[in-house]
């Protein structure tokens, strides 16, 4: 439970609770809102306005597992919002180091030059999708929450969820460049 004085449910001071707010969700959220709206200036604008809005609200988040699917709900909305007013829907082609860096941590200069090249097809096939079919397979496949956290956090039935899931896998494996990139890793 928060405090009056917005402590966190240990008595962490509100500075501390940012803090590691930032520390620990700044990245996934960036990464989501990266993909979800292909411009990497929207996506800071978009994090920063989702953080201050969790901030306004901080006493409202659940506790447990429902504060992740909450969190993701809170950026998604950004991201909606900032599509509403911009309506940007294509990959920019500046600042894609940035999501490369989050992606691939820890990988050799061999990984992360194949996972540059299939990485860039694979963000430019997700951008094609639309919103509706592009959002769930962000959340799905790069913040990894299970169908439940994503109707949580689309505001949309499981059923929803899945049936979208499955339309847009079946449109990125139609599309020509996945089919090479799978055909060339079976080879």
């Known amino acids: 439970m928060r405090g009056a004085d917005g402590a966190g449910a240990r008595g962490e001071a509100p500075t501390a609770l940012l803090e590691g707010w930032l520390a620990e969700w700044y990245a996934p959220a960036y990464r989501t809102a990266r993909l979800i709206l292909g411009d990497g200036a929207e996506a800071e604008d978009a994090v920063q306005d989702a953080f201050l809005r969790l901030w306004r609200f901080r006493d409202a988040i659940p506790e447990g597992e429902a504060a992740r699917a909450w969190l993701y709900r809170v950026v998604v909305n950004a991201c909606y919002s900032r599509a509403r ?12 180091s940035l999501l490369d860096g989050l992606a691939e941590q820890g990988a050799g200069p061999d990984e992360k ?35 439940r956290e994503i109707a949580l956090a689309i505001h949309r039935r499981a059923g ?3 049936s979208r899931l499955h339309e847009a896998r079946r449109r990125l ?5 996945i089919s090479r990139l799978l055909g060339a890793e079976e080879a």
């Open 160 to 162: 929803t969820v899945k």
């Open 85 to 96: 007013s911009e309506r940007r829907h294509e990959m920019s082609s500046g600042d894609e």
């Open 173 to 177: 494996g139609a599309d020509p460049t």
């Open 113 to 147: 030059v194949a996972g540059a090249l299939s990485g860039t097809a694979v963000r430019a096939a997700i951008a094609a999708l639309p919103e509706a079919l592009r959002v769930p397979v962000v959340l799905r496949y790069y913040a990894d929450l299970s169908e």
